[in-house]
């Protein structure tokens, strides 16, 4: 849509867009404008159609009175109200993105009689991954929001496919297993398939080697419901890409429903344009850093959950919720070791001092993570090799440069906090490019183990001796 024709648009996205402080900022206009279906000047409002009324409720609250800031700035009128209504999806569409072709068979039963419930292919989904134990805050609302839509109305949404995506342990994999549980338990008659990406391509490669790939499609064609988690794995895999979406679309036609994850955007997975666009007329919903208010209830979620809920004065809690932020995994495992050491030593009472310095370690690492921006990484690499910083950035490709930059972004891309697109500007190159380059680095790893020493010796520079940054 930011490359659309029309110049009132353009130029109210202009001024919106100067109006913009962070890169998440504009990360996320990225990804809604492309959503919006048409716009129109009425009077003195300003009217954007969208899909659904939970993208109206949202953008409304989102965008409208930065949008109506943006029109003033624009001098496109004063006192302009902005207001999102839902129109049809084949009005006036202005997205530079082709719009669908593919027509959902709505009169195709979605459950036509099946017996077994769990085919084959599926892996378990962990149990205590609902709804009801998933905490809601603002950086996970939208997705919530969505998912539970999509969980009620089970293939009935226009959510589809439905492509949820965010930083590392930010609870995707939680979210899309609880569209998997709330369907299994509220729908018993559908059939439900949660596979990894990855586990996905092994039988797809096996299906090959043994020419049953008709069968294999036509077993995906089964479910109902495919959860696949970590599609950014096929990232680079093209003869495979093709596959993996062809069975997705075939899924679509057939009125199924479809959850992705991906830690990063769908633009960021180098798929065709067609690809990317087929996303788009489904829904991107993105989960972003918890505030310290989300933190802080999940926390307490997390002791609520268990069998026999350990007592935890809040100044404790109120230490873990500020100190961790990285992701919710990191919190979850400073939690557990709070509780294992009460559970080891019932006679003692727990204090802050204690809990600081139980927890020390996790919180230095967590400062200098935060500490660690792309640009030390680049400097600490290149001083490491003994090659200038400029070369590391250039845009050329001697021999001697091409591994400590694929290094450089292997541990930006692991350790640093920030968004993939601020590492991509700190390289001068685009997010794809850094993120195909920490995944290159991440495959020669395991071939040429030695690097890990390398890798060590510049962690070590930077501050951050024992980083898990290998798995
Ligand atoms: P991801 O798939 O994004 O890497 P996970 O879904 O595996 O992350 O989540 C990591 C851990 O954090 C899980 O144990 C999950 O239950 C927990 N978690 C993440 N977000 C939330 C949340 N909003 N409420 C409760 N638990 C959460
Ligand atoms: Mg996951």
Same mark, same amino acid.
């Given at each position: 849509?930011?490359?659309?024709?029309?110049?009132?648009?353009?130029?109210?996205?202009?001024? *919106?867009?100067?109006m913009?402080k962070?890169?998440?900022?504009?990360?996320?206009?990225e990804?809604h404008?492309?959503?919006?279906?048409?716009?129109t000047?009425?009077?003195?409002?300003?009217?954007?159609?969208?899909?659904?009324?939970?993208?109206?409720?949202?953008?409304?609250?989102l *965008?409208a009175?930065?949008l109506?800031?943006?029109?003033?700035?624009?001098e496109?009128?004063?006192?302009v109200?902005?207001?999102?209504?839902?129109?049809?999806?084949?009005?006036?569409v202005?997205?530079?993105?082709?719009?669908?072709?593919?027509?959902?068979?709505?009169?195709?039963?979605?459950?036509?009689?099946?017996?077994?419930?769990?085919?084959?292919?599926?892996?378990?989904?962990?149990?205590?991954?609902?709804?009801?134990?998933?905490?809601?805050?603002?950086?996970?609302?939208?997705?919530?929001?969505?998912?539970?839509?999509v969980?009620?109305?089970?293939?009935?949404?226009?959510y589809?496919?439905l492509?949820i995506?965010?930083?590392?342990?930010?609870?995707?994999?939680?979210?899309?297993?609880?569209?998997?549980?709330?369907?299994?338990?509220?729908?018993?008659?559908?059939?439900?398939c949660?596979?990894?990406?990855?586990?996905?391509?092994?039988?797809?490669?096996?299906?090959l080697?043994?020419?049953?790939?008709?069968?294999?499609?036509?077993r995906?064609?089964?479910?109902?419901?495919?959860?696949i988690?970590?599609?950014?794995?096929?990232?680079?895999?093209?003869?495979?890409?093709e596959?993996?979406?062809?069975?997705?679309?075939?899924?679509?036609?057939?009125?199924?429903?479809?959850?992705?994850?991906?830690?990063?955007?769908?633009?960021?997975?180098?798929?065709?344009?067609r690809?990317?666009?087929?996303?788009?007329q489904?829904?991107?919903?993105?989960?972003?850093?918890?505030?310290?208010?989300?933190?802080?209830?999940i926390?307490?979620?997390?002791?609520?959950?268990q069998?026999?809920?350990?007592?935890?004065?809040?100044?404790?809690?109120?230490?873990?919720?500020?100190?961790?932020?990285?992701?919710?995994?990191?919190?979850?495992?400073?939690?557990?070791?709070?509780?294992?050491?009460?559970?080891?030593?019932?006679?003692m009472?727990?204090?802050?001092?204690?809990?600081?310095?139980?927890?020390?370690?996790?919180?230095?690492?967590?400062?200098?993570?935060?500490?660690?921006?792309p640009?030390?990484?680049?400097?600490?690499?290149?001083?490491?090799?003994?090659?200038?910083?400029?070369?590391?950035?250039?845009?050329?490709?001697?021999q001697?440069?091409?591994?400590?930059?694929?290094?450089?972004?292997?541990?930006a891309?692991k350790?640093?906090?920030?968004?993939?697109?601020?590492?991509?500007?700190?390289?001068?190159?685009?997010?794809?490019?850094?993120?195909?380059g920490?995944?290159?680095?991440?495959?020669?790893?395991?071939?040429?183990?030695?690097?890990?020493?390398?890798?060590?010796?510049?962690?070590?520079?930077?501050?951050?001796?024992?980083?898990?940054?290998?798995?």
């Amino acid at each position: 849509m930011l490359e659309s024709n029309s110049p009132v648009w353009d130029k109210i996205v202009a001024s *919106y867009r100067a109006m913009l402080k962070t890169v998440e900022e504009v990360n996320r206009m990225e990804l809604h404008f492309p959503q919006f279906l048409s716009h129109t000047f009425s009077g003195n409002e300003f009217h954007i159609g969208v899909k659904e009324n939970l993208q109206k409720d949202w953008f409304t609250q989102l *965008y409208a009175q930065d949008l109506e800031k943006a029109i003033e700035n624009a001098e496109l009128g004063t006192n302009v109200k902005v207001v999102f209504d839902v129109v049809q999806s084949d009005v006036q569409v202005f997205s530079s993105v082709a719009r669908p072709t593919i027509e959902k068979d709505v009169s195709k039963p979605i459950l036509p009689g099946k017996k077994m419930r769990i085919l084959p292919s599926t892996l378990p989904l962990q149990e205590n991954y609902t709804f009801e134990n998933f905490v809601c805050g603002p950086s996970n609302s939208y997705a919530y929001a969505t998912a539970t839509a999509v969980a009620k109305g089970l293939g009935r949404t226009t959510y589809n496919p439905l492509f949820i995506w965010g930083g590392t342990g930010l609870g995707k994999t939680h979210l899309m297993e609880a569209i998997g549980h709330y369907v299994m338990a509220k729908k018993p008659d559908s059939s439900v398939c949660y596979i990894t990406a990855e586990k996905f391509l092994n039988e797809f490669v096996n299906a090959l080697a043994s020419s049953s790939l008709s069968a294999f499609r036509a077993r995906y064609r089964k479910y109902d419901l495919l959860l696949i988690d970590d599609v950014q794995f096929i990232v680079g895999k093209k003869n495979f890409q093709e596959e993996f979406f062809n069975t997705i679309c075939e899924m679509l036609l057939y009125n199924k429903q479809v959850v992705m994850t991906s830690d990063v955007a769908p633009k960021e997975l180098k798929l065709e344009d067609r690809l990317i666009s087929r996303f788009q007329q489904g829904m991107v919903v993105e989960i972003e850093l918890p505030s310290y208010e989300t933190r802080l209830a999940i926390i307490k979620s997390k002791i609520k959950m268990q069998s026999n809920p350990h007592v935890i004065d809040d100044s404790i809690l109120d230490y873990i919720a500020e100190n961790i932020r990285s992701h919710v995994r990191a919190i979850e495992g400073a939690l557990s070791r709070v509780i294992a050491f009460m559970d080891i030593n019932p006679d003692m009472t727990l204090n802050l001092e204690i809990v600081k310095h139980l927890l020390k370690d996790v919180v230095e690492s967590e400062t200098t993570i935060k500490n660690i921006t792309p640009e030390s990484v680049i400097a600490a690499t290149a001083e490491h090799y003994g090659v200038s910083i400029k070369d590391i950035k250039g845009p050329g490709r001697p021999q001697a440069v091409v591994l400590p930059r694929q290094i450089a972004m292997f541990i930006a891309c692991k350790l640093t906090t920030s968004s993939l697109k601020s590492i991509g500007d700190a390289f001068e190159r685009t997010h794809t490019t850094v993120y195909y380059g920490s995944q290159q680095m991440q495959k020669r790893l395991t071939v040429e183990p030695e690097l890990k020493s390398e890798i060590s010796a510049i962690l070590a520079k930077l501050g951050q001796k024992d980083a898990d940054i290998f798995e």
